[in-house]
């Protein structure tokens, strides 16, 4: 198998889900959004604030059916510029074949490593959330890597710099148990491991009636791109600490154009936050837990790290960007995965 095939096959497995299979969309007039009688009198909203990122969270890509696995960090080490021979070594010297993957000698590793505000003292901390593994490895014990994309092969030398991916090299020896393709997997690199040890859980979905969906007023956005739908199925998830309502939305071939969740706290019935997830050029939503077997899992809860609020995520595929983890706080802070898309 090429590299080009197997990355092709398997980039999008990493986001936090299987690869995506995007539902159909449609350009026909399509009826009002109709809801239930306790939203009919609700108001426009303004939009929240500005969402902020406080972590950089990266993904494990597999290498062919090689020993190694790679965690790129080229989103914050970008190598775009052809003239900057510090960033990588002249490709053309080390040849098509071997300059496919190759890991950097001292002085390219330093710059690597300077540049990214990473310490040889630092280490690599890994989580499966599914499989509720943890691994973590020193990161002078670590080789540093550069990797052609998966959009990229050989038929496409002489390579530029913006084919490779840049990381490290991880021996898939010590991921042994980690879920397929490590699409479940989440890396931090730094002093400290943020991961809690608590595991988290899968959303197990339950229908209600829409008149149980809480009253709250839509955005403008979303009013706005909800308008030419017609509300479907309602759905219902409890915790200790908060209950989740999920409301979907179809358009004219009553086929799910979107979802809107809704997260209160158990005790007060306050609503912490408030997503929407539609039908975009770039993203689909994803299917409930269940729904296509016992092993289709892609809505997650709890708490997943250590200093923050607990999270829930899984609700959309990406076809362009990264995914994101939602902070169930009204922060409204969202962590998009640095995950090296470059479709």
Same mark, same amino acid.
């Given at each position: 198998?090429?590299?080009?095939?197997?990355?092709?096959?398997?980039?999008?497995?990493?986001?936090? &889900?299987?690869?995506?299979?995007?539902?159909?969309?449609?350009?026909?007039?399509?009826?009002?959004?109709?809801?239930?009688?306790?939203?009919?009198?609700?108001?426009?909203?303004?939009?929240?604030?500005?969402?902020?990122?406080?972590?950089?969270?990266?993904?494990?890509?597999?290498?062919?059916? &090689?020993?190694?696995?790679?965690?790129?960090?080229?989103?914050?080490?970008?190598?775009? @510029?052809?003239?900057?021979?510090?960033?990588?070594?002249?490709?053309? #010297?080390?040849?098509?074949?071997?300059?496919?993957?190759?890991?950097?000698? #001292?002085?390219?590793?330093?710059?690597?490593?300077?540049?990214?505000?990473?310490?040889?003292?630092?280490?690599?901390?890994?989580?499966?959330?599914?499989?509720?593994?943890?691994?973590?490895?020193?990161?002078?014990?670590?080789?540093?890597?550069?990797?052609?994309?998966?959009?990229?092969?050989?038929?496409?030398?002489?390579?530029?710099?913006?084919?490779?991916?840049?990381?490290?090299?991880?021996?898939?020896?010590?991921?042994?148990?980690?879920?397929?393709?490590?699409? @479940?997997?989440?890396?931090?690199?730094?002093?400290?491991?943020?991961?809690?040890?608590?595991?988290? #859980?899968?959303?197990?979905?339950?229908?209600?009636?829409?008149?149980?969906?809480?009253?709250?007023?839509?955005?403008?956005?979303?009013?706005?791109?909800? #308008?030419?739908?017609?509300?479907?199925?309602?759905?219902?998830?409890?915790?200790?600490?908060?209950?989740?309502?999920?409301?979907?939305?179809?358009?004219?071939?009553?086929?799910?154009?979107?979802?809107?969740?809704?997260?209160?706290?158990?005790?007060?019935?306050?609503?912490?936050?408030?997503?929407?997830?539609?039908? &975009?050029?770039?993203?689909?939503? &994803?299917?409930?837990?269940?729904?296509?077997?016992?092993?289709?899992?892609?809505?997650?809860?709890?708490?997943?790290?250590?200093?923050?609020?607990?999270?829930?995520?899984?609700?959309?595929?990406?076809?362009?960007?990264?995914?994101?983890?939602?902070?169930?706080?009204?922060?409204?802070?969202?962590?998009?995965?640095?995950? @090296?898309?470059?479709?």
């Amino acid at each position: 198998m090429t590299t080009r095939s197997f990355f092709l096959s398997t980039t999008f497995l990493i986001l936090l &889900s299987a690869c995506n299979k995007k539902e159909n969309t449609t350009t026909t007039a399509l009826p009002e959004v109709t809801e239930h009688a306790e939203t009919e009198t609700d108001t426009l909203q303004t939009e929240d604030a500005t969402r902020k990122e406080s972590i950089n969270l990266f993904t494990i890509t597999p290498k062919d059916s &090689s020993d190694v696995a790679f965690v790129s960090l080229s989103d914050i080490y970008p190598v775009n @510029d052809e003239k900057d021979t510090l960033a990588l070594p002249n490709i053309q #010297k080390i040849g098509k074949y071997n300059a496919v993957y190759f890991t950097f000698d #001292k002085n390219y590793r330093k710059r690597f490593l300077s540049k990214t505000n990473i310490s040889e003292t630092d280490s690599v901390f890994i989580i499966d959330y599914a499989k509720n593994k943890h691994v973590s490895f020193a990161v002078k014990n670590l080789k540093t890597a550069a990797m052609l994309n998966g959009y990229s092969s050989e038929e496409d030398w002489p390579y530029q710099n913006y084919d490779f991916m840049i990381g490290f090299e991880i021996s898939k020896k010590y991921l042994s148990g980690f879920s397929e393709y490590y699409r @479940d997997a989440l890396v931090y690199v730094g002093k400290e491991n943020p991961f809690s040890k608590e595991r988290l #859980k899968p959303i197990k979905w339950e229908k209600i009636a829409k008149k149980d969906y809480p009253s709250k007023a839509m955005k403008n956005n979303d009013r706005t791109l909800l #308008k030419n739908t017609v509300t479907g199925n309602t759905y219902f998830y409890k915790t200790e600490s908060y209950e989740y309502f999920l409301q979907d939305y179809l358009d004219s071939n009553k086929i799910i154009y979107g979802r809107r969740l809704l997260v209160l706290d158990s005790k007060t019935k306050d609503i912490i936050i408030e997503k929407l997830f539609s039908q &975009s050029e770039g993203t689909s939503p &994803s299917p409930l837990n269940y729904e296509n077997g016992e092993d289709s899992i892609d809505q997650w809860t709890g708490k997943l790290f250590k200093n923050k609020p607990e999270v829930v995520f899984g609700f959309e595929y990406m076809s362009f960007g990264c995914p994101n983890i939602s902070i169930i706080d009204k922060s409204n802070e969202e962590i998009f995965l640095q995950c @090296d898309n470059r479709h």
